[in-house]
């Protein structure tokens, strides 16, 4: 018999590795148990609920209990559980979607490719611009380059993309092809009386100067989210991804728009591409594409992406590339379904309505002494609060205050951040900041 006690929060000290946490740490204090959600709540098994105010991982855009889904999902599990698309194969669910990908997609794109997750989508689109340099003859055009606190996911090369040193440090990453520009934070970085378009100008100069040192002939790719997310919510200012656009194209250097967490709504279009007049040539997709209710991403490539890939792959016989999940039968319905709720509610047009209404929460909450400044755009946003003592610490102080207060949101550094399910209401929103602004005088 083992001696472990008979809880989940023991046997998941016992048994389980947690991501983003101090491992030896986690031994001794555990996890929050969640035992179940309805709408923009959870439940934990006390029964004390949560408001979650980052939508699980930026995810969740329907809230949690959407039945619509898990009918959907019994039905394509009855009906075709599995397929895969190798070899000449395909299933309905997978082309559905593919489809509406490419009939939603902000910028005409042509062809789709399935993942289980952002980071394998991320990484699987390194490999296919090394496999396009390579195909146009051009073999020493192989470097990315992301931005410092961009986050694009785990893996080998996606973690190597990722400019955040927590996901770097003694993982040996990142890969020497991968290097890194400025993160635009305006609101820390500007010099005195540098307007938001100075700024942006600044930025791209920059990405030019790294461009010319590396040699422009040795980049293929530029990576970035529209809106940056998990290294702690930075809306670029005016006129950045022009500008950023710019340069890139002076030096034949792809853009990559990773929409992981800004498709489907959050910034107040279906995709933050369009709210920043943002033109990729590839676009990766998740979280919300299936509210996170079961695993799936996605590539979107345009034509002059796709053409020479499709090339060297009949050179050499065959594309060398394949994940078993890709295009899952019950995870292509399920997205398909998802998305198809997100039209008929108007939860974009809710993000739109909802957003000032966030916002001003927000701005509020920015004039509290505890506060330095606010970053939003949509339904995502972050609260920078002053140091507390040591840099870096002062957001877990505040996600440990708001979670007493009955509020999930994430904590990066010094910041506060949050991005609640696309189906907030009014008085939801207006809830969830009364509960953060108690939150904020609970830290004294
Ligand atoms: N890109 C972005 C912009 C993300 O926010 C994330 C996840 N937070 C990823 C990629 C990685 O996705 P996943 O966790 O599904 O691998």
Redesign the pocket.
Known sequence: MSDIPNSIEARDRAYQLHPLVDLRRHETTGSLVIDRGEGVYVFDTDGKRYFEGLAG??SVALGFGEKRLGEVAKAQMDKLPYYHIFSHKTHGPSVELAEKLIQIAPVPMSKVHFTS??????DLVVKLCWYRSNALGKPDKKKIIGRIKG?????IA?GSITGLARNHASFDLPLDRMKHTACPDYGSMALPGESEAEFSLRMADDLEKLILEEGPDTIAAFFG?PVM??GGVYVPPENYWQEIQRVLRKYDVLLVA????TGFGRTGNMFGSTTFGIEPDVM?V??QMASSYM?I?AILMNEGFYAPIADESARIGVFGHGYTASGHPVATAVSLENIKIIEERDLVGNCRRLSPRFLAHLDDLARHPKVKLRRGIGLIGALELHPDGEPGRAGAAMASAALEEGVIGRSVGDAFCLCPPLIITADEIDAMFAAVGRALDRLG
């Open positions: 991982l930026w997750s952002g980071s394998e989508a991320n986050y694009h996911g785990v893996t996606a989210e997310g998990s990773d929409e992981v967490i990766v998740s979280k695993p991403a």
